[in-house]
């Protein structure tokens, strides 16, 4: 039947064109159907009503300030008249508890931060200061986000954090406003960008495929006063079976970005000075900036099992009174790592 309907196709094709000689009839064209293209990973954030996520938060930094015109990684150059080492970090604990449910539309988190605690090298005779980032143990707040990761509503994690700049600061005095060292970008990079690695994902909806990269932005804590942000390029790794279920392992590697999107929050408003280590140094640039992450996914429950990040940056800055043979030079090691406790 079906040779046929394609001879007599053929044959009506040749009268409307007006051929005047007979119609070579040939066997119809046979096209080789292309296999369908591999489809992507869909990844999607779910929660459970009732269920709550527990995840420990680390941040944690190396900082070598050298004074003289030495570089920081020469042996000859550590003299304690030109080098100034220290450290300081985070841990933190936070509870993520679903408010409202929706798997194809927003949902309701409560987050609580149910511990924090602050590390930090304290100059000699100098008992170290409360961090005002520990004020936010036993702090709560609420937000919405998208089966894609995407978070909706900041409005009450943005209060909070306003609200952990101003502690940052002394009692006002003739000195004006004096803010001591504080780890609140730390806790910003944590807690704003939750998820980016999959609400980063250009279509979300073709999924991704092993060897697949795409692009982001992350903030780049520091122990200075120093607003700028990494470039983040992610790539799906592998997809390996785990008795939790598929776990994706997905890389990640950071560049200096070029600037930071006005939408991040600023802990601090108007002007300032600043006490500690950096207090007398301006002008900060980042001279270079490079790290790798990774984080693993677990795509059948839709959920972050932990990630660990790290990246080392050169930073240069000025004296507000500049003084002959000074040259500050800073190198800073940093790691950030996230750990899911149990639900």
Do not use: H
Request: net charge neutral; aromatic share 8%.
């Amino acid at each position: 039947m079906k040779t046929k309907l394609t001879i007599l196709i053929a044959i009506a094709l040749g009268i409307i064109a007006g051929c005047e000689r007979p119609v070579e009839v040939k066997e119809p064209l046979q096209i080789e159907k292309q296999p369908p293209a591999e489809a992507g990973e869909l990844f999607t954030v779910d929660f459970k009503e009732g269920q709550t996520l527990r995840y420990k938060f680390g941040s944690s930094r190396k900082i070598v300030l050298v004074w003289g015109p030495g570089e920081t990684k020469s042996k000859s150059a550590k003299d304690k008249d030109t080098v100034d080492e220290s450290s300081e970090s985070m841990e933190m604990v936070v509870a993520y508890t679903p408010v409202k449910v929706d798997p194809y539309g927003l949902t309701t988190i409560k987050a609580t931060c149910e511990s924090v605690n602050v590390q930090r090298t304290a100059r000699k005779g100098q008992r170290p200061l409360k961090d005002a980032v520990e004020s936010l143990g036993g702090k709560s707040f609420t937000f919405t986000v998208r089966p894609t990761g995407k978070i909706e509503d900041y409005s009450e994690l943005e209060k909070l954090i306003k609200e952990t700049g101003e502690k940052a600061f002394r009692p006002p005095s003739a000195q004006g406003r004096v803010k001591e060292p504080d780890m609140i970008t730390d806790f910003i990079t944590t807690q704003w960008f939750l998820w980016d690695s999959i609400s980063s994902i250009e279509k979300p909806t073709e999924g991704v495929s092993a060897g697949q990269s795409w692009k982001s932005k992350l903030l780049l804590p520091a122990p200075m006063v120093m607003w700028k942000a990494r470039d983040v390029t992610y790539r799906l790794d592998r997809i390996q079976q785990t008795e939790k279920g598929r776990v994706a392992a997905i890389r990640s590697s950071y560049s200096l970005a070029d600037s930071v999107p006005p939408s991040w929050p600023i802990p601090y408003s108007g002007s300032f000075q600043v006490s500690g280590r950096f207090g007398l140094l301006r002008g900060f640039q980042v001279q270079d900036l490079q790290g790798t992450g990774e984080e693993l996914f677990n795509m059948d429950a839709g959920r972050v099992e932990q990630y660990g990040q790290q990246y080392k940056m050169q930073v240069s800055a000025f004296l507000l009174f500049p003084l002959p043979g000074t040259n500050p030079q800073i190198s800073i090691e940093q790691r950030l790592t996230m750990q899911l406790l149990g639900d």
